[in-house]
């Protein structure tokens, strides 16, 4: 007995590679772009070999840039959200620094960073960051003003307000930051790669651009999603871990 | 007639407490003055926005007076405190932690018993408000009325001095709304404690008061005070009885003048009160 989401789930999937070999097949304009099919094909041509070493090496840059980001933005996301000193302290320099676009940092990460494995960790850590000090600070400034008081009633000091109440309540609004983090990480790691020329994922893309092997392009880019959308659910799987008590997981 | 012994009694020395906001300052408290009796349920009602919440945040020590005086016991309140506990209309129940960790979270902050004393009392008490089965349970897999009765818990293992309910079975249907008050009648009726209940419901007010205060609108301050002769325990029976019947016309009488003063003050149908109101 055919479930019939699933089925719906497989037909707008189904549509969208229709549309997609139309386009390319029947129209003008975009005869270079592979057809599903061709893509399809090109999955049985796969160095397996070569494809996870690339995949490893993203992987790798990624999970730095990403620790880092958290060693690094996740105490800064709490002072400035706990603290009204350290609020005014690093809050300025953060929202100061925060519009310029991690690509934009490339030129610098040159002349700052002696190779360019740590130059592609700095952006990724770049990405990282931003989106883990701001979900932070706010979920730890959101927290609600009844739960501290309900907990100051009952005798809790000062540290023990920030371990045993505000960061449990702000956890939903940190995962959140980490989840975002690790997409931009991604997005990061793939830039950086296009140009370096060292390895990873996005270099494997951009070398078959160069060779015009574009079904290999668009596997790629296939891959590079599917990889990304594995990070997102691994944080989700150690966030269900940490936050048992919402009825959602 | 005040015994010196009495533990609990809190007193309102002409208070006044002001909320500044960025244009406007609005006065909430305005020369305030009463006195809840020890070992009293005492029930404040009046209309929308006349502070009564402030009152409970002042009481808890979440708030200060920005004149007058707070007192408990004769004391002015220095700060939150264990004797002095709250049971919010919206659930302040961690919602990380169990039922039983909740109630078991008071005894372990201030240690004040030993944990296996700690744990047994928490045993009862969850049973006793009928949670028994629900000890591991988070709050999200809780209903309304089930969190209400775990935060009573939660307040009550603690022995406050005062306990501060602040329109806590709001928002419940009626049939919920019933068996809480039921519960929470048991609970004071047995313990003999200090009882603030703020409500916006009269029948529920006089169905569980000792002793009820009527505020004014704000700048508010008391309208005024009845004593509640009604017998305990009080049962379902008493909401037909005549006396409660004239308590409640003339409460119903003195909260319709402020309430068309706020209507008429606020230039729109500010209808607080919900039972049986004519304009």
Known sequence: MANWTTVRRIMSVLLFLLAWTILVQFTGQFHQIPTPAAVFAALFQLKLGVIFTEIFRSFVRVLCGFLLGLLIGFPIGVAIGYSRIANYLLFPAVEMVRPIPPIAWIPLTVLFFINIESQIVFLTFYGAFFPIVYNTMGGISE?????????????????????????PAAMPQIFTGMKVAIGITWLMVVAAEMIASKGGLGYWVWYHHTVMEYPMVILGMGIIGLCGALCSVGIDVIGSHFMKWRNIF | MVDSNHKGEVVFENVTRAV??????????????????????????????CGKTTIINLIAGYEKPDRGKVLIDGKPVAGPDRERLVVFQETALFPWLTCYDNVMFGPLATKVMTREEAHEQAINLLEKVGLGDFLYKYPMQLSGGMMRRAELARALINRPTVMLMDEPFRGLDAMTREL???????????????????????????????????????????????????????????????????????????LHEEAVKASMASGKADIAIDSGLRT
Request: charged share 25%; glycine share 4%.
């Open chain 1, 143 to 167: 927290v609600d003003i009844r739960l501290p008081r309900a907990a100051m009633s009952f005798g809790i000091n000062r540290m023990g307000m920030l371990w045993k109440i505000i960061l």
């Open chain 2, 20 to 49: 500044q906001t960025k244009k406007t300052e609005t006065i909430i408290l305005d020369h305030c003055s009463f006195v809840i009796e020890s070992g009293k349920l005492t029930v404040l009602i009046g209309p929308s926005g």
């Open chain 2, 180 to 254: 809480m008050q039921e519960y929470y009648l048991r609970l004071v009726e047995e313990s003999h404690g200090t009882h603030l209940f703020v409500t916006s419901e009269i029948e529920e007010a006089i169905f569980l008061a000792d002793r009820l205060i009527i505020m004014t609108n704000k700048p508010s301050r008391v309208k005024h005070a009845l004593d509640i002769d009604l017998p305990r325990p009080r049962i379902a029976s008493v909401l037909r009885s005549k006396r409660y019947l004239e308590l409640k016309a003339l409460t119903l009488e003195i």
